[in-house]
Nanobody, 116 residues
Framework: QVQLVESGGGLVQAGGSLRLSCVVS????????RGWYRQAPGKQRELVAA???????NYADSVKGRFAISRDNAKNTMYLQMNSLKPEDTAVYYC??????????WGQGTQVTVSS
């Protein structure tokens, strides 16, 4: 059974930093992409950052230059480094794995709150 467990969220002042972690357990036949999404109250879930198996990264325009996605294969962990946080970054953040064979896998989410 595949599990994704996020951690690292919390309350931070504007301009601060947080690093989210997502530990993956279980086996997946083939992972096509990894990513972080977020969902603010009353809004749809949106892609924040993605990392393809080819090593390409994609970021939402709103976080470019401030957030960075990475992975540590030895630890089966994916990270989202978030710098220069803004109140509009407040949301529940979810890690995601996508497999063409199995579909989407999601973590339970971690709350990030940025105070002004």
């Amino acid at each position: 059974q595949v599990q994704l467990v996020e951690s690292g969220g919390g309350l931070v002042q504007a301009g601060g930093s947080l690093r989210l972690s997502c530990v993956v357990s279980g086996s997946i036949f083939s992972i096509n992409s990894r990513g972080w999404y977020r969902q603010a109250p009353g809004k749809q879930r949106e892609l924040v950052a993605a990392l393809t198996t080819g090593g390409r990264t994609n970021y939402a325009d709103s976080v470019k230059g401030r957030f960075a996605i990475s992975r540590d294969n030895a630890k089966n962990t994916m990270y989202l480094q978030m710098n220069s946080l803004k109140p509009e970054d407040t949301a529940v953040y979810y890690c995601n794995l996508y497999s063409q064979h199995d579909g989407d896998y999601w973590g339970q989410g971690t709350q990030v709150t940025v105070s002004s």
